[in-house]
């Protein structure tokens, strides 16, 4: 049974409506009843208690960032163990980049000839190396000691008691973090969970430390010292320093995301200025939207009222794509725009104008067969659907193996061309055919 074509209109209006508002541009100084206002959609957001701002989130080549060479200190591993360790550490570093929700980071790995290990991060949108230095956390290897005998003096520094030792268990043995409050106190604290191996150990360690201290420390400073009164068996801890709620969550996040297995310091950085710059990304949004003119002009000369048809829903196409775009950015995994994702949206554009061919080619063969132009329109659309899917079907598989196995904008390409498609499938089988229907009932 066919959908009424007018509750589908009515559909593509309210959507458009809302495209609309999402990319509405900010207008200054609009005078009215002797006031002047300034109106755009993140002022209707705030009027409606929404905190939120609709931006583009843009990438290190549009809005420019910092570059990091970090080192690997990999003294104390065996030459079989190096590389494993720097590829564990690259993990470790991606997982707190994604966590601080930065967008579209590139991580990579680099030995050099003479045994250097380094990793280079790519950070868009942060210029504070302070910051930075905090996300990454060059080191942040969470350790616990204990003593080698009683001792009544004040451990205030780890590398400078002898009397004290290294156990193994390590941040490595920490399943999961969270952020508690003290019930006595009320200050912030963060609880340990440790796996099933960090639990054993942890239990020897408080079994043999009954009546002793034992030592948490974090990159080789020591934020808790607790006596053990009593073995812990259940493979839970309390870490109680001086924290406050910010430091607290920044401890547990980099905790979750595991335990950097080498120590980095930072070997150099550098402020990234945008690689396009205002005059390059101005010819690239030049040239995507010459070609939108042409492929426009192209197919209402081809195909007369029908291109102009699929040109109106080419621009609904585009509107539905930015807004997603926007929409997204209110969200911690939202789309960043770099030059590649700019060249998949144009190259998804292309891909919404072949799937109308298809369907008008399709109702070229029935028209001509004498069928009437509603019977034209079905028919063409039934039988065009299958090719039409299975070509962005394979081009979707093609975006989703670039994205989990491809970095950076590698990533981003994969990501906004898996939108457009979707987006132009529901362009060409549902906006298309709607105003066919209504155009030819």
Not at 251 to 261: C, F, H, I, K, V
Request: cysteine-free; hydrophobic content about 45%.
């Amino acid at each position: 049974m066919k959908k009424n074509p007018r509750t589908l209109l009515w559909l593509i209006i309210g959507l458009t409506l809302l495209a609309i508002f999402v990319n509405l541009p900010k207008v200054n100084n609009i005078h009215f009843a002797n006031k002047t206002f300034n109106f755009d959609s993140n002022s209707l957001l705030r009027a409606l208690k929404i905190n939120k701002n609709l931006e583009f989130r843009e990438g290190l080549d549009l809005k420019g960032g910092t570059s990091l060479v970090l080192k690997a200190d990999m003294s104390g591993k065996s030459s079989s163990q190096k590389s494993a360790a720097l590829d564990s550490a690259k993990v470790v570093i991606e997982n707190r980049v994604n966590l601080f929700g930065v967008s579209e980071p590139v991580v990579q790995t680099s030995i050099a000839n003479n045994n250097d290990y380094r990793i280079l991060v790519d950070l868009p949108g942060l210029t504070d190396i302070n910051q930075i230095k905090d996300l990454i956390g060059t080191t942040a290897q969470l350790t616990f000691w204990e003593e080698i005998a009683t001792s009544s003096s004040k451990i205030s520094s780890a590398s400078a008691q002898t009397k004290i030792k290294k156990t193994n268990l390590s941040g490595a043995d920490i399943k999961q973090t969270s952020v508690t409050f003290d019930s006595s106190t009320g200050k912030p604290q963060v609880q340990l969970v440790f796996t099933n191996d960090g639990t054993k150990k942890f239990a020897d360690i408080t079994t043999r430390n009954v009546g002793k201290p034992v030592i948490i420390v974090l990159d080789n400073k020591v934020i808790e010292s607790p006596t053990v009164n009593e073995a812990i068996l259940t493979g839970n801890a309390v870490i109680t320093g001086n924290f406050t709620i910010d430091s607290a969550n920044q401890l547990s996040t980099e905790l979750n995301a595991g335990a950097l297995p080498v120590s980095l310091s930072i070997l150099s950085s550098s402020i990234v200025q945008p690689t396009l710059g205002e005059s390059s990304l101005a010819k690239s949004l030049f040239a995507g939207v010459l070609g939108f003119v042409i492929i426009v002009i192209f197919m209402s000369i081809l195909y007369k009222k029908l291109g102009i048809i699929a040109s109106a829903a080419l621009v609904l196409y585009t509107l539905f794509v930015l807004s997603i775009f926007k929409l997204s950015s209110i969200t911690p995994y939202g789309i960043t725009l770099t030059l590649s994702g700019i060249a998949g949206f144009i190259l998804s554009i292309g891909m919404a104008v072949d799937a109308n061919i298809l369907i008008f080619e399709r109702m070229k063969e029935e028209l001509r067969a004498g069928k009437s132009h509603e019977t034209a329109i079905e028919l063409g659309f039934s039988r065009a659907w299958t090719s039409i899917r299975d070509s962005n079907v394979s081009t979707l598989i093609t975006s989703l193996v670039l994205y989990a196995y491809g970095i950076g904008t590698v990533k981003g390409f994969a990501l906004v061309l898996a939108v457009g498609v979707l987006v132009s499938m529901f362009s060409a089988i549902v906006i298309t055919r709607t105003f066919l229907r209504m155009v030819y009932k």
